[in-house]
Structures are given as C-alpha cells and as structure tokens.
C-alpha cells in the first residue's frame, strides 16, 4: 500500500512538472480570467470564487512541484508583495462590520496573484503570449458569433449575458465580456497580441489574418471612446520602441533616457493640467459622469488620504463608503471607472505609490528586455503594460480580475527578463531565449 502511495505521488509530481499540464493550466487560467464575468452573470459569485480558488491551489502545487527549479529571490517582485501585504493590513482600520468583506477581497486578490505568479514560472514569454492568443481567438470568435445570433439569426436579447443583440445597427455591442468597454479592452489586447504572433511567425498566416481582422471588427463594434485612446497610445508606444529596437547598442540607453523623460514630463504636466483636462472632457458625451465621479471620490478620500477606507475590491454589494457616493450621484457604479482613484479610495497614498512602483518598475524593466532583445515577442510584455495603464485611466479592471492577473504576469515576467537578482543570486534561473513552440511556423522574427 505504501508503495502504490509512493507511485501515486510521483506520477502526481511528475504530471505537476509536464509542460503539458503547464500549457493546460495556462490556458485554462487565462480563460477563466477573461471570462469571469460571463461566469458571475451566468452562474454567480460562489462558481467564480470556487474556480479561482481551485485554480489557485493548482498553482501553488505546481510550484511546490518545481521548486527545485525556481529562487527565492525573484520570485516575485518586492512592490508586489508589499502591495499584496498593505492590502491585507487596511484590515486593521476597516470599519467595523466590513472585515469579512476585506478578507475575501484580499484572499481574491492573493488567489489571482498565486495564478499570475504561477504562470508567469511555468512558461516563457513567447508560450504566455501563444496562449493569450489562442484562448482571445476563441473568445473575441464566441462573441462575434452570440452577438450575430442575438442580433441577426434570431433577433432577441440574451439578458444573462447582457447581449442586446445590435449588431444589426452597427453596436454597440459587448461579446461574453459583459461591457463594450471591457470588449473593447479585450479586442485591442488580443489585436496587440494577434500582430505579435504575426510578426514572429507563431502561427500560420492565415490564422495571423483571421485573427487581426477579427479583433479590429470587434474594436469598431465595440463603440468603446476607451478602445479608441487605447489604440493611439500604443501606436505611440509601439513606435518609441521600435525607435529604441532600432538604435545602436551603445546609444540605446540615451535613448531610453530621452523616452522616459518624455513620458515623465507628459505624465507630470496630465497632473499640473488635471481639472482642464478633467474639464474639457466632461463637456464631451460620455465623460462627465466620469468627472462627477472622480470627484465625489476625492472628497472621500480627504477623510483618510493616507491609509483608505480598506480593501475590498470592486464595489459589489457597495460597501461603504461607495454606497453613499453611489446615493450622492444617484447612479450606481461598479467601481471607481479609475484604477488609480479606486487604489487610493481604498489604500490611500500609501496603496497608490505601491501601485504605481509596481507598474512603473514593470513597465520599465519589459521595456528595456523588449529594446535589447532581437525577438518581437518582447513587445508583447511593454505593450500589454501599456494598454492595462492606460486603461486604468477610464476603469478598474487591473484592481481585480483579470487587469491584475495580466499585471502579476507581466510584472513577474518582466522581473526574469530583466533583473539585479542573478548579481546577488547567480544560481538563479535564466529565462531561455524565446522561440516558436514545435510544430508552428518559422522562428521568433526581428522588429521590423
């Protein structure tokens, strides 16, 4: 008996470490994350918490399973740990009443991070940016599909989904993603990844095409102002860094230096200007409640600007205080429609610079491993950074969910790629150089 235990356990260890459950755990993953509120509108919040939960476990076991293969340091980068640990200490100054609801916000947030950790150590750039694709292709695919049932073949709602069935008068329409905003988010990132897998010949070309045309037919769909700003800065940032790709190595970090300093002095001067801009936008559809919001938000925010209100995610159920600006405004609200204004309502100053170290180091370290790296798969990381930033301006998604799950992913990543761990650890893995999976055409491609 003990003996059939042993085999078990092996046979169990050795499945934990396959690349073949690796894969399967990644896309089963990144499925779930993308389709958490299709799951929560179809079946509710118990079927989303017991998926993510046993998700979560699986992760953790996989990476018992490989700890021979992995280091203490660099595991996980240090801002978001501490982030992760401030999130669990706002318990010690929630109100009274709310504490059961910070602790399942922050053991939601620590199952995704366990998720994101685990699949960002079981496969590489290139098989994280493969699987991001195949698991889009089929979704952004099941979207287009139930809007043109429910607006063309049989022409009724579908309620539980939220599909409205307008396709037929040109959208705006929202797929199995429960929003023409997140759809949009959604298209464009699969767009981003579909011409990367293009680019670097993963996938055949006719997949490559049917996919890119695919995710511009639902960005246009989507009638998301959100997706529009979305697509024009990445067209921004995927040209600096093609700038950067393309400059000689040794004027490469001048280079870099110039792009940073830009962006901080965009960012710098979005902040001296805020109220114009602010302003300017609320004259405009669509955007004024935004404004309305944000500013009822800031005033709560005055009562406790250094520690927040206390985790508790997204605004389900309306804890306080989001009950009562959702009775000031006279609208209800799921979040913050901001992910840097729901940090701070949350976690105070103190939550938002972890926040913002987090994402800023992030982005940081998968830009320079995309500019020294000859492979265009690279970009994928920068680029997603990108697009989840510059849409935590407009929502919440990176507070939860699927936006932090991509955030853990690539900020992880992005700390194997490019890291001052080996200086002090040299038995520390060293990522491979990424390459197409068997089977798949041609070689990870230069930029062009």
Same mark, same amino acid.
């Given at each position: 008996m003990t003996s059939m235990?042993?085999?078990?356990?092996?046979? &169990?260890?050795?499945?934990?470490?396959?690349?073949?459950?690796?894969?399967?755990?990644?896309?089963?993953?990144?499925a779930a994350g993308f389709l958490t509120t299709a799951i929560h509108a179809v079946n509710g919040p118990v079927v989303v918490a017991t998926i993510v939960a046993g998700l979560a476990a699986i992760g953790?076991?996989? &990476?018992?399973?490989?700890?021979?293969?992995?280091?203490?340091?660099?595991?996980?980068?240090?801002s978001l740990v501490l982030f992760v640990v401030w999130a669990i200490t706002s318990l010690a100054w929630a109100l009274d009443g709310?504490?059961?609801?910070?602790?399942?916000?922050?053991?939601? &947030?620590?199952?995704?991070?366990?998720?994101?950790?685990?699949?960002?150590?079981?496969?590489?750039?290139?098989?994280?940016?493969?699987?991001?694709?195949?698991?889009?292709?089929?979704?952004?695919?099941?979207?287009?599909?139930?809007?043109?049932?429910?607006?063309?073949i049989l022409d009724?709602?579908?309620?539980?989904?939220?599909?409205?069935?307008?396709?037929?008068?040109?959208g705006p329409i929202q797929g199995l993603f429960g929003s023409r905003n997140l759809l949009g988010f959604v298209a464009v990132l699969g767009l981003v990844t579909f011409i990367i897998e293009w680019r670097a010949r993963a996938v055949a070309r006719q997949v490559?095409?049917?996919?890119? $045309?695919?995710?511009?037919?639902?960005?246009?769909?989507?009638?998301?102002?959100?997706?529009? $700003?979305?697509?024009?800065? &990445?067209?921004?940032?995927?040209?600096?860094?093609?700038?950067?790709?393309?400059?000689?190595r040794e004027r490469r970090r001048r280079a870099n230096a110039v792009i940073a300093s830009f962006t901080a002095a965009a960012f710098a001067l979005a902040l001296l200007l805020h109220r114009p801009i602010i302003d300017f936008f609320a004259a405009r559809s669509g955007f004024a409640t935004r404004a309305e919001l944000w500013s009822e938000v800031v005033s709560w925010v005055r009562h406790r600007p250094i520690t927040g209100w206390g985790f508790f995610g997204t605004w389900q159920n309306e804890p306080f205080p989001t009950n009562i600006v959702n009775l000031s405004l006279d609208s209800?609200?799921?979040?913050?429609?901001?992910?840097?204004?729901d940090v701070l309502l949350q976690l105070g100053w103190v939550g938002l610079l972890l926040f913002a170290v987090l994402a800023v180091l992030a982005l940081a370290r998968a830009w320079l491993a995309a500019a020294d790296r000859r492979s265009v798969v690279y970009a994928w990381l920068p680029l997603t950074l990108v697009a989840l930033l510059v849409e935590s301006m407009f929502e919440s998604y990176t507070v939860s969910d699927l936006g932090w799950l991509l955030l853990v992913v690539c900020a992880v990543r992005a700390g194997q790629e490019?890291?001052?761990?080996?200086?002090?650890?040299?038995?520390?893995?060293i990522p491979p150089p990424a390459t197409p999976a068997p089977g798949h055409q041609g070689s990870a491609g230069s930029a062009g």
């Open positions: 235990r042993r085999a078990a356990g092996a046979a &169990l260890a050795d499945l934990l470490r396959s690349a073949a459950f690796a894969r399967a755990y990644t896309v089963t993953a990144l953790a076991a996989i &990476l018992v399973a490989r700890r021979d293969e992995l280091s203490f340091i660099g595991f996980a980068p240090t709310t504490h059961s609801r910070t602790l399942g916000a922050w053991l939601a &947030l620590v199952a995704w991070t366990v998720i994101g950790v685990t699949i960002a150590h079981v496969r590489d750039t290139l098989q994280i940016a493969r699987a991001v694709g195949d698991v889009l292709r089929w979704l952004l695919t099941a979207s287009l599909a139930a809007e043109v049932l429910s607006g063309i009724v709602q579908f309620e539980t989904l939220g599909i409205e069935g307008l396709i037929a008068y040109g490559a095409v049917y996919s890119i $045309v695919l995710a511009a037919v639902l960005v246009v769909f989507s009638g998301s102002p959100t997706a529009l $700003v979305l697509v024009v800065m &990445l067209v921004v940032a995927e040209l600096a860094l093609s700038a950067a790709r393309r400059t000689p209800p609200h799921g979040s913050a429609l901001n992910a840097f204004f490019r890291s001052w761990r080996r200086e002090i650890d040299p038995t520390a893995p």
